[in-house]
């Protein structure tokens, strides 16, 4: 390994280059020259079977930086190098990726340089496979596929075509314009709400009738967890106020954690102070019990009725209070879901419905995928079944593009 040669490039953004051992590992040179010739710097990560296909001297040559080949070289540059190969990249890009590969990236296995960097990363993964068509097809390979999609990978499809082993299928390696186009779209997110502040409500709330039960709602949290994570990656100063859930703290973001309604209000409140922009996933619950109990109520003493009163509508007060912000609500609906989410829209002096349409079911509530309507004063965008963490990345995408009409 060679760390002389590194140079500094300022402020170009890092591809981290992942290169497997597949025979389509050759068009890793042309994607890096690509990638170069955009003004990229591009660190190339190779497994040892990749280094039998292309030699990492011509990565080496062609990327002006060190190559990493194994956990085991002497990084003059970094003490854990696969760590601060992990750090550097803006995006890290596998391509070609083989089924093995990628197999190990869907379980978490870490047995290399490559696969030890991809997951010590936050960056995004964009991963373009190549294999022989019957691996491609392969219910284990789709199976991880589906696990890394879910995850947030970005995945270039193979394309269709004569194989190297001769068979026709699927399984060749994307046309390097269509990785290039991914890679070039994740680098046009990376830093994209940069020094934004902002405010995302998550979860449910609960609402005591007595110490030991509530009234709540099946929301678990999901969709916001993933939109604040993600907002922080793309440098947001985010503030997270969520209710009960038995999510992670998102990394790189300043979680509060609230039971009811009420204390969801107050702590939200302080924090729109500051806010630039919010975006209220949080299913609040519309009511509470006038007078909770202090005591464990009886079954003897059940009462027939419990008196409600409404909760606050935060969002509502935030649309009052509005001025140079941005909000984004979201809204449950069954039918008519463009025509209610418009009427959302004015009511709470909103930029941003994601309707959701929680009338199919498997979706929505307590699953792991939506399909929602994005809709705005520009129009409306309906999305195609997806998870909740690709949906987090469309209100980003969203958030960022209106930052920079701004
Ligand atoms: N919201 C809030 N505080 C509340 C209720 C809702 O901040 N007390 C926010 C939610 O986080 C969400 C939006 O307002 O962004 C939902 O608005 P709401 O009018 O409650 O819509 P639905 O839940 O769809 O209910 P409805 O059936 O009454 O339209």
């Known amino acids: 390994m060679d760390s002389e040669i590194t140079e500094d490039r300022g402020s170009a953004p890092t591809v981290v280059l992942g290169i497997?051992?597949?025979?389509?590992?050759?068009?890793?040179?042309?994607?890096?020259?690509?990638?170069v010739r955009d003004g990229v710097r591009v660190k190339a990560v190779m497994t040892e079977a990749a280094t039998r296909f292309v030699g990492p001297l011509t990565l080496r040559t062609l990327t002006n930086e060190p190559v990493a080949a194994s956990l085991w070289d002497d990084p003059a540059t970094a003490p854990v190098h696969h760590i601060s190969l992990a750090e550097e990249a803006d995006v890290f890009l596998i391509a070609p990726c083989t089924a093995n590969v990628l197999a190990k990236l869907a379980t978490g296995r870490a047995d290399d340089i490559l696969t030890t960097t991809a997951l010590a990363t936050e960056a995004p993964l964009v991963i373009a496979p190549a294999m022989n068509v019957h691996m491609w097809r392969d219910e284990a390979t789709q199976f991880n596929l589906r696990v890394l999609r879910d995850r947030g990978a970005i995945i270039v499809e193979p394309a269709t075509g004569e194989l190297a082993c001769g068979d026709v299928g699927e399984g060749r390696l994307a046309e390097l314009g269509d990785i290039l186009d991914a890679v070039r779209a994740e680098l046009g997110r990376v830093k994209d709400l940069a020094g934004v502040r902002m405010l995302v409500t998550a979860g449910p709330t609960y609402e005591p009738i007595d110490p030991v039960r509530f009234i709540g709602n099946r929301s678990s949290g999901k969709t916001g967890f993933y939109i604040a994570e993600e907002a922080a990656r793309r440098g947001a100063d985010v503030?997270?106020?969520?209710?009960?859930?038995?999510?992670?703290?998102?990394?790189?973001?300043?979680?509060?954690?609230?039971?009811?309604?009420?204390?969801?209000?107050?702590?939200?409140?302080?924090?729109?102070?500051?806010?630039?922009?919010?975006?209220?996933?949080?299913?609040?619950?519309?009511?509470?019990?006038?007078?909770?109990?202090?005591?464990?109520?009886?079954?003897?003493?059940?009462?027939?009725?419990?008196?409600?009163?409404?909760?606050?509508?935060?969002l509502a007060e935030m649309g009052a209070a509005k001025g140079e912000r941005t909000l984004v609500g979201f809204a449950a609906e069954t039918s008519e879901i463009v025509a209610h989410a418009r009427e959302k829209l004015a009511a709470k002096s909103?930029?941003?419905?994601?309707?959701?349409?929680?009338?199919?079911?498997?979706?929505?509530?307590?699953?792991?995928?939506?399909?929602?309507?994005?809709?705005?004063?520009?129009?409306?965008?309906?999305?195609?079944e997806m998870s909740k963490r690709a949906l987090a990345r469309e209100i980003c995408d969203w958030l960022g593009a209106r930052q920079a009409r701004r």
């Open 20 to 35: 497997t051992g597949c025979i389509a590992a050759y068009k890793a040179c042309e994607l890096t020259r690509a990638l």
């Open 239 to 314: 503030t997270l106020v969520t209710g009960p859930t038995h999510l992670r703290d998102p990394f790189g973001v300043h979680t509060v954690r609230v039971t009811t309604a009420v204390e969801m209000h107050a702590v939200a409140m302080e924090a729109y102070e500051t806010a630039q922009v919010v975006v209220a996933s949080a299913a609040v619950s519309d009511f509470r019990p006038a007078v909770p109990s202090a005591e464990k109520t009886k079954k003897e003493d059940a009462p027939s009725a419990v008196e409600l009163v409404r909760n606050p509508d935060i």
């Open 350 to 384: 909103l930029d941003l419905v994601v309707a959701n349409d929680v009338g199919v079911a498997g979706l929505g509530f307590a699953s792991d995928r939506n399909v929602v309507t994005l809709v705005s004063g520009e129009g409306e965008k309906q999305l195609s």
